[in-house]
């Protein structure tokens, strides 16, 4: 499975970004679909996440309410729009799929499948 990222850039504070996350294929182990964000000195983290075939979410709670993930399912692709973007927001993004949400959501060790990061930069 190949996942092909895109967006991402540098916003000032309070604006808005939208990243992209194209899936080569879809199968069962790609059933969950979600974005990490690793900011320098930090672990990999979740911010949100959905499972494709009942599109149920998963978000974080420092972008509960700012961020928003949905899915194409004619292109295959999740986005992760983002609003309210705060300098702490700040990090290297990836998207990430797997067979199972609540194993993406327990640990980013449990992830069998990254993307290529994507830097978001919020100017204060």
């Known amino acids: 499975v190949q996942l092909q990222a895109s967006g991402g850039g540098l916003v000032q504070a309070g604006g808005s970004l939208r990243l992209s996350c194209a899936a080569s294929?879809?199968?069962?182990?790609?059933?969950?679909r979600g974005w990490f964000r690793q900011a320098p000195g930090k672990e990999r983290a979740i911010v949100a996440a959905?499972?494709?075939?009942?599109?149920?979410?998963y978000y974080a709670d420092s972008v509960e309410g700012r961020f928003t993930i949905s899915r194409d399912n004619a292109k295959n692709t999740v986005y992760l729009q983002m609003n309210s973007l705060r300098p702490e927001d700040t990090a290297v993004y990836y998207c990430a799929t797997d067979s199972s949400l609540a194993a993406m959501k327990r640990s980013h060790s449990f992830v069998d499948y990254w993307g290529k990061g994507t830097q978001v930069t919020v100017s204060s």
């Open positions: 959905i499972d494709w075939s009942r599109g149920s979410t």
């Open positions: 294929e879809h199968t069962y182990s790609t059933n969950a």
